[in-house]
């Protein structure tokens, strides 16, 4: 079944340490997304790509790092300079232009 | 800029109608969404309005005034699982880039 997969789904780290999220689709969709929601908030924006090799900061990327070496993945490297961590990470890709998302299930972050 | 509002907080009864609002202000329209979020997962689409007018799908339609800049959720007979939370979200300018209003977090009581 086609969709996207998100790992792990829950995740701790201790203070000072890197973590990469993983995100794969087999949509063959264009542009992928990375959202942080914290509780009783809505999604904001993490870092976006739209094509394999090119990504865009979005509204709240100090911390955070990306890659986009192929169309069916785009993990996220929360850092140590990411002052507060904690909190659930949405993965989603769309097809070029269509504008709907679909979600991955969510990785939940914990910082120690 | 862009600037999505909505109420953080509602209750209804089971069986009634209920309605959601969100104001927006989008520099380029590019159309708006709404998505049911239930606590500890992912969003789900539920509406996507490009034109002014309602857009009925079952017991939930969406509404759109884009000279106003306004657009509302309505639920009908309402269950207990439709509790959850409702996410405006609109384009931002041509882009793809989706922008999400804080939610709004129904609660159907018996």
Redesign the interface.
Known sequence: DGGITQSPKYLFRKEGQNVTLSCEQNLNHDAMYWYRQDPGQGLRLIYYSQIVNDFQKGDIAEGYSVSREKKESFPLTVTSAQKNPTAFYLCASSPWGAGELFFGEGSRLTVL | GQNIDQPTEMTATEGAIVQINCTYQTSGF??L?W?QQHA??????LS?NVLDGLEEKGRFSSFLSRSKGYSYLLLKELQMKDSASY?C?A?LGAT????????T?LAVQP
């Open positions: 590019n159309g969404f998505y500890g997962e992912a969003p789900t689409f996507y996410l979200a384009p793809n880039k989706l922008i999400f209003g804080t939610g977090l």
